[in-house]
């Protein structure tokens, strides 16, 4: 009998858990759960016996794989999959998914919900300003892209968005206008949405040459990955530039250092984006149905290894 692992060191809601089980169990598989581990050592020792895992952001790299004996899949129960060592796996034959699409509500209703604590100046009670008619950049224009620039129409914003996959007829035909580059997109927004993976090509890509070209009172907005942030370079700037701020939902690592920018800099203390019931069902009942059709049947639609 397939085992399936869920190991997740920041747990699923409990109703999606249970849909999970239930969609493991009908299978005729077994289903083990690993939750809010703190040592790399359980997560060894769960995965010692199991054909499958279901993962949020928790780390499988080349170790967890050899410990691993039986593994054929994993599925990353969100959208980025930087957490998974994709060459270690498949150099051992193992698949690996991701469920693309299924949290992207959740994590652009958070990033307008962050938007407009930022503009209230943060609840603390001094006048601020509205999002309607401001001018919104989405940097990559993939689900969550779409979701944001969806929501942030029904606030009354003006959206511009620039992906380098994704070409602008596609961006205008969502009613978006579409920036000629990343540096215009900075240049003419009064906000600025990052929703690129981390890639060797997009870590510490958000430097301060980029972000120094944005307006006067610029807000950048980070739900993404923090890797993405050149954050030595964010900081310099943030010192010369007193208007500047930076919100995010992955807490730089110098966040000690970010904190001294007062009513300029907001981070949330654990990554929230995906963190809803809806999300967390929809992707783990996605990564359920995925690792049956695998084993089952060989379907390796949303394999990212391949
Ligand atoms: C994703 O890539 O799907 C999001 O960043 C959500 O990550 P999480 O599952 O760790 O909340």
Redesign the pocket.
């Given at each position: 009998m397939a085992k399936v692992l869920i190991a997740?060191e920041?747990p699923f809601a409990a109703a999606a858990v249970q849909g999970i089980k239930e969609i493991i169990e009908k299978a005729g598989f077994e289903i083990a759960l690993l939750e809010k581990y703190t040592e790399k050592a359980q997560l060894l020792a769960a995965v010692a016996d199991v054909d499958a895992i279901i993962i949020?952001?928790?780390k499988i790299d080349a170790e967890v794989m050899d410990a691993a004996k039986q593994l054929k899949i994993v599925v990353?129960?969100?959208?980025?999959?930087d957490n998974v060592d994709l060459e270690a796996a498949t150099a051992r034959k193992i698949v690996v998914m991701?469920?693309p699409g299924?949290?992207a509500n959740a994590?652009a209703e958070l990033v307008l919900g962050l938007l407009v604590f930022t503009v209230r100046n943060f609840y603390n009670g001094k006048s601020g300003s509205e999002l309607m008619g401001k001018k919104l950049g989405i940097l990559a224009f993939g689900n969550v892209g779409r979701n944001v620039a969806r929501i942030a129409k029904g606030f009354g914003m003006e959206v511009a968005a620039y992906d380098a996959y994704c070409p602008a007829e596609v961006i205008e035909a969502a009613g978006v206008k579409a920036a000629k580059n990343q540096e215009e997109l900075f240049k003419t927004c009064d906000i600025v949405s990052l929703h690129i993976p981390a890639t060797a090509e997009t870590k510490q890509s958000i430097n301060k040459a980029l972000v120094g070209q944005m307006k006067k009172g610029a807000i950048l907005i980070n739900?993404?990955?923090k890797e993405v942030i050149n954050e030595p370079e964010l900081i310099e700037l943030m010192a010369e530039r007193e208007d500047i701020k930076y919100i995010t939902d992955?807490m730089p690592d110098a966040d000690a250092e970010f904190k001294k920018f007062e009513g300029r800099y907001f981070s949330t203390p654990k990554?929230?984006?995906?963190?809803t019931a809806e999300?967390n069902i929809n992707?783990g009942l996605a990564a359920a149905n995925q690792i049956v059709g695998f084993i089952k049947d060989g379907i390796t639609k949303f394999q990212v290894n391949k």
């Amino acid at each position: 009998m397939a085992k399936v692992l869920i190991a997740t060191e920041k747990p699923f809601a409990a109703a999606a858990v249970q849909g999970i089980k239930e969609i493991i169990e009908k299978a005729g598989f077994e289903i083990a759960l690993l939750e809010k581990y703190t040592e790399k050592a359980q997560l060894l020792a769960a995965v010692a016996d199991v054909d499958a895992i279901i993962i949020r952001s928790d780390k499988i790299d080349a170790e967890v794989m050899d410990a691993a004996k039986q593994l054929k899949i994993v599925v990353r129960a969100g959208a980025g999959y930087d957490n998974v060592d994709l060459e270690a796996a498949t150099a051992r034959k193992i698949v690996v998914m991701n469920t693309p699409g299924q949290n992207a509500n959740a994590v652009a209703e958070l990033v307008l919900g962050l938007l407009v604590f930022t503009v209230r100046n943060f609840y603390n009670g001094k006048s601020g300003s509205e999002l309607m008619g401001k001018k919104l950049g989405i940097l990559a224009f993939g689900n969550v892209g779409r979701n944001v620039a969806r929501i942030a129409k029904g606030f009354g914003m003006e959206v511009a968005a620039y992906d380098a996959y994704c070409p602008a007829e596609v961006i205008e035909a969502a009613g978006v206008k579409a920036a000629k580059n990343q540096e215009e997109l900075f240049k003419t927004c009064d906000i600025v949405s990052l929703h690129i993976p981390a890639t060797a090509e997009t870590k510490q890509s958000i430097n301060k040459a980029l972000v120094g070209q944005m307006k006067k009172g610029a807000i950048l907005i980070n739900t993404a990955r923090k890797e993405v942030i050149n954050e030595p370079e964010l900081i310099e700037l943030m010192a010369e530039r007193e208007d500047i701020k930076y919100i995010t939902d992955i807490m730089p690592d110098a966040d000690a250092e970010f904190k001294k920018f007062e009513g300029r800099y907001f981070s949330t203390p654990k990554k929230m984006g995906a963190q809803t019931a809806e999300a967390n069902i929809n992707a783990g009942l996605a990564a359920a149905n995925q690792i049956v059709g695998f084993i089952k049947d060989g379907i390796t639609k949303f394999q990212v290894n391949k």
